[in-house]
């Protein structure tokens, strides 16, 4: 079994600044793509950011510039930088890791059970 765990949600003020973390455990073999959607309130889950293993990023247009998404391959952890942070940004922030939990077997996805970030204005 695989388990995500997102930590750092929290309240804070629109200009400030939170630090997600994501960290991956239990029984896997290889982690791939790693990555943070966020839900708000009424919407659908929308793509924050995501890094390869190698370190590529990408971001959704609401996240460049401000957010910065980093991974630590050996800890089987992943950060979620978020600066600049406004009221839209508020929601349910998610990460999942594509993750093959022995030689020979599929990738699968697996989901943190989400960390609340709310922006007041």
């Known amino acids: 079994q695989v388990h995500l765990v997102e930590s750092g949600g929290t309240l804070v003020q629109a200009g400030g600044s939170l630090r997600l973390s994501c960290s991956a455990s239990g029984t896997i073999f290889r982690i791939n793509s790693m990555g943070w959607y966020r839900q708000a309130p009424g919407k659908q889950r929308e793509l924050v950011a995501t890094?390869?293993?190698?370190?590529?990023?990408n971001y959704a247009n609401s996240a460049k510039g401000r957010f910065t998404v980093s991974r630590d391959n050996a800890k089987k952890s992943m950060i979620l930088q978020m600066n600049s942070l406004q009221p839209e940004d508020t929601g349910v922030y998610y990460c999942?890791?594509?993750?093959?939990?022995?030689?020979?077997?599929?990738?699968?996805?697996?989901w943190g059970q989400g960390t609340q970030v709310t922006v007041s204005s």
């Open positions: 890094i390869t293993p190698g370190g590529e990023t």
């Open positions: 999942y890791a594509a993750v093959m939990v022995s030689t020979g077997r599929w990738w699968e996805t697996y």
